[in-house]
């Protein structure tokens, strides 16, 4: 069965500081693997997605994750935090497509001044 | 597009109630997602459908809960007799195909 790791429960940065959000996920192929962000009382937002090929992937609002095989990790990165990216993040894991998404439990950021 | 609606936002109710939810998905999209939230987890699937067509059913729904998606259009899920172990926040989500799901701001039910 998929699952995922998000080791951090919670993460500060501060604003312009660069930022790296863990996911370790499991599965026996080449996953499809998703980050969502969701910000209070609302739903969840798609940021990127990796399907194939080229590892390192750009999303929305600046973000980028890179897929490592050998380690089993898609991490999400930004360059540079800003006070709207306050929010939680979650990594998640398919086996093919959008169907039967498995999700992480979520990393809750905080950006301070 | 006016995105998916979610009704009610907030419900709280006694426990060995019954509750009723609705979604409105993006009118052109096929598919319906039904996802719980609890505290401090990410979402987990339920069940979703292709037009009126229930594909497939998490474990995790159990006889106390049915979706029904009569027309293709709107969905409910409905909880019978609810329990403590129910609270959560409820999403729905749809897409076009199997294409990226877009959701709405969720439901969230309290039991009391």
């Known amino acids: 069965a998929q699952s995922v790791t998000q080791p951090d429960i919670h993460i500060t940065v501060s604003e312009g500081a660069s930022l790296e959000l863990r996911c370790n996920y499991s599965y026996g192929a080449t996953p499809y693997l998703f980050w969502y962000v969701q910000s209070p009382g609302q739903g969840l937002q798609l940021l990127l997605k990796y399907f194939s090929g080229d590892t390192l992937v750009q999303g929305i609002k600046g973000f980028e994750a890179e897929f490592k095989r050998s380690q089993s990790s898609f991490n999400l990165r930004k360059p540079s935090v800003h006070w709207s990216d306050a929010a939680e993040y979650f990594c998640a894991v398919a086996p093919g497509g959008y169907q039967k998404v498995t999700f992480g439990t979520g990393t809750k950021l905080q950006v301070i001044p | 597009d006016t995105g998916v609606s979610q009704d009610p936002r907030h419900k709280i109710t006694k426990r060995g109630q019954n509750v009723t939810f609705r979604c409105d998905p993006i009118?052109?999209?096929?598919?319906l997602y039904w996802y719980r939230q609890t505290l401090g987890q990410g979402p987990e699937f339920l069940t979703y459908f292709q037009n009126e067509a229930q594909l497939e059913k998490s474990r995790l729904l159990s006889d106390r809960f049915s979706a029904e998606r009569p027309k293709g259009s709107f969905s409910t899920l409905e909880i019978q007799r609810t329990e403590q172990g129910d609270s959560a926040m409820y999403l729905c989500?749809?897409?076009?195909?199997?294409?990226?799901?877009?959701f709405g701001d969720g439901t969230r039910l309290s039991i009391l």
């Open positions: 009118s052109e999209h096929n598919r």
């Open positions: 989500a749809s897409s076009f195909g199997d294409q990226p799901q877009h």
